[in-house]
């Protein structure tokens, strides 16, 4: 089984740079990913995390580190969109693909 | 692009009542999965199905059921609606070997009374 703990929520103003951290216990799995929900929408992925390091893509990166069951999303030049939820998810292993999500990190973008 | 479309957007239902809650996706994914969403809960799973025919348990499956007949359909069913089933259900899908990738539709509300 496996556990994700992410801050619940994240406030920060617009140009700033958050990170949002995710620890998990679980008895394995194939990658850390990352998913972005907006109020009333539907959550989109974002960005997903196979190997140990730094994954970038655009002002988001996402970053992982197995050995310290740790890692996080880095928004950089923060917009006023940027206020969502974002929850970070594992993949277990021998599990045919079950996908299980954190209880999400709620950023609030302030002028 | 992938498309994964719940059959309602809003639903009310009364106590007692079978509800079925559809969804296709069109993207051939083997993976597909049930989540229900609540406020400081995040997204816990209540089935997923890796093949037709084919399903495991979530965190959360006591009250449902669901089947897969066809790969691009899974429905979820509450035998016997309660008010603590109100909430926001999420369909998903994903490529057997897509890594940490999933689809969503957009959810139902589902508010029993």
């Known amino acids: 089984g496996q556990s994700l703990e992410q801050p619940s929520e994240v406030t920060a103003v617009e140009g700033a740079i958050v990170q949002i951290n995710c620890t998990y216990q679980t008895s394995g799995f194939y990658g850390l990913s990352w998913y972005q929900q907006h109020d009333g929408g539907a959550p989109t992925f974002l960005s997903y995390?196979?190997?140990?390091g730094l994954e970038e893509t655009g002002r988001f990166s996402s970053f992982l580190s197995r050995s310290d069951s740790y890692g996080y999303l880095l928004l950089q030049e923060l917009q006023m969109k940027d206020s969502a939820s974002y929850f970070c998810a594992v993949r277990e292993k021998g599990s045919w693909g079950k996908l299980q999500f954190g209880a999400g990190t709620q950023v609030v973008v302030t002028p | 692009d992938v498309k994964v479309t719940q059959s309602s957007r809003y639903l009310v239902k009364r106590t007692g009542e079978k509800v079925f809650l559809e969804c296709v996706q069109d993207m051939d994914h083997e993976n597909m999965f049930w989540y229900r969403q609540d406020p400081g809960l995040g997204l816990r799973l209540i089935y997923f199905s890796y093949d037709v025919k084919m399903k495991e348990k979530g965190d959360i499956p006591e009250g449902y059921s669901v089947s897969r007949e066809k790969k691009e359909r899974f429905s979820l069913i509450l035998e016997s609606a309660s008010t603590n089933q109100t909430s926001m259900y999420l369909c998903a899908s994903s490529p057997a070997a897509g890594g940490g990738s999933a689809f969503f539709g957009q959810g139902t509300r589902l508010t029993v009374v």
């Open positions: 995390n196979a190997l140990d």
